[in-house]
C-alpha cells in the first residue's frame, strides 16, 4: 500500500508567493499520486505563522480548491524552527512521510520525488544538500562557511548547506518529537537521531516574489542557538581564556614588581591595559554564561512552543476516519 506524505511549508507573509508556491506542490503531490508511489491522502500542509498579511486567508480558499491543501494558524508569530516542528508533530499521526520546505521555492520542489524514491530504499532520513551557493552575497557564503567550520571545531556535526529542506520517515519525526528542548536546533539534532540517511543535491534558486524572512538578524539569531544548543564548547573557552588571562597577569605583575624596584621606568599604563583586558574577558563571560543560564530558565518554565489556533489538517483526517466508521458502522 502506498505511503502518505505531507508536504509541510512554513509561512509566515507569504501572501506573494503562496498561490505560486502551491500549485508546484500540488504538481508534484498529483505526480507521485499518478505514479502511486504515495497515497491519495497525502497533502500540502501550510503552517501560517502568525502571520499579518493575507497568508490564512489565501490558505483557507485552497482549502476549498482542493483537498490536497491544508493549514494550521498559530495564535501569532512563534518563529521558523516552531512551525517546522508543529507541522511535523501534527502530521506525524496520520502520514508515514513528511518533508519540510520554505515557501519561497528557493530550495528545489522537484527533488521532494527523488526524496520519497531514495525513502524506499530504506532511509528513514533524506536531506537536501545544495551544490553551490551561487545566489548568496560574499559575505553571506563566508559567514555560513565560518559556521559551519566552528560548529564543526566545537564537535558537532552538521550536515554542511543544509538548511531545513529535508524528508523524514514516522518514526524518525517521533524519535526527534522526544527530545524536549525549548530551543531545539533541528539542523544540528536530525543528524545525531542516526538512522540511515541519504542525500539529494539541488542548486538554490533566487526567490521569486516577495522578501527573505531570514534577514542577518535572524540570521545570527540562529547561529548563537546552535552554538549554545549543541555545545558546551564557550564555556571552555571562558575557562581557558581565564587561565590565560590570570597567567598572563601573574607575569605581567612579577615583572611590574621588578622593574619598579630596579628602574624608574613608569608601568601606570601597562596596568591600566591589564585591567581594561581582564574587565573585557569578564564581561564576555558573563554574556555567554547569561546565555546558558537563560536557556535554563526557559528550560524550566516548560512554556508551549506555540499555540494552535485553528487546525484544519487534524479536522480533515479525524472527519475521514469517522466517515469511514459510519461507513463500517451501516455494513
Known amino acids: 500500500m502506498p505511503e502518505t506524505l505531507t508536504i509541510i511549508v512554513p509561512c509566515y507573509n507569504e501572501e506573494e508567493m503562496l498561490e505560486t508556491s502551491a500549485e508546484v506542490f500540488s504538481k508534484i503531490i498529483q505526480t507521485l499520486m499518478i505514479g502511486k508511489q504515495i497515497s491519495t491522502s497525502s497533502k500540502v500542509l501550510f503552517v501560517d505563522d502568525g502571520s499579518t498579511d493575507d497568508t490564512w486567508n489565501i490558505i483557507k480558499r485552497l482549502e476549498q480548491e482542493s483537498p490536497v491543501f491544508s493549514g494550521i494558524k498559530f495564535s501569532r508569530n512563534f518563529g521558523h524552527q516552531n512551525a517546522l516542528l508543529a507541522g511535523m ?37 533524506v536531506y537536501g544538500i545544495r551544490s553551490r551557493r551561487k545566489t548568496d552575497s560574499m559575505f553571506k557564503r563566508m559567514t555560513a ?5 566552528i560548529m564543526k571545531k566545537m564537535g558537532t556535526e552538521l550536515k554542511p548547506n543544509h538548511a531545513d529542506f529535508r524528508l523524514m520517515s514516522k518514526r524518525a519525526v517521533r524519535a526527534l ?7 531545539l536546533f533541528l539542523r544540528g539534532v ?15 534558486e533566487p526567490r521569486i516574489h516577495g522578501q527573505s524572512k531570514y534577514p542577518l538578524k535572524k540570521m545570527l539569531a540562529l547561529a548563537i542557538n546552535g552554538i549554545t544548543s549543541m555545545t558546551d564548547f564557550p564555556l571552555k573557552l571562558i575557562l581557558a581564556a581565564g587561565i ?12 611590574t614588581g621588578i622593574a619598579a624596584i630596579f628602574s624608574s621606568v613608569k608601568v601606570s599604563s601597562v596596568l591600566i591595559l591589564s585591567m581594561w583586558l581582564i574587565g573585557g574577558i569578564l564581561l564576555c563571560s558573563m554574556g555567554v554564561l547569561g546565555i546558558y543560564l537563560y536557556k535554563a530558565l526557559l528550560e524550566t518554565r516548560h512554556r ?16 475521514k476516519q469517522n466517515d469511514r466508521f459510519n461507513l463500517l458502522k451501516r455494513a
Open 145 to 149: 562557511n565560518a559556521f559551519y567550520s
Open 89 to 125: 508533530k501534527t502530521a506525524v499521526d496520520f502520514s508515514d512521510l513528511m518533508v519540510t520546505i520554505d515557501c519561497d521555492l528557493q530550495d528545489d520542489p522537484q527533488k521532494i520525488i527523488e526524496m520519497v524514491a531514495l525513502s524506499k530504499q530504506g532511509n528513514d532520513i
Open 177 to 183: 518529537l522526544e527530545y524536549h528542548e525549548e530551543n
Open 244 to 255: 590565560m588571562a590570570f597567567s598572563v597577569s601573574s607575569v605581567g605583575l612579577i615583572g
Open 304 to 319: 508551549p512552543l506555540y499555540l494552535i489556533e485553528v487546525d484544519d489538517y487534524t479536522d480533515f483526517f479525524q472527519k
Open 190 to 204: 536530525v543528524p545525531m537521531l542516526g538512522f540511515k540517511s541519504a542525500e539529494v543535491f539541488y542548486e538554490r
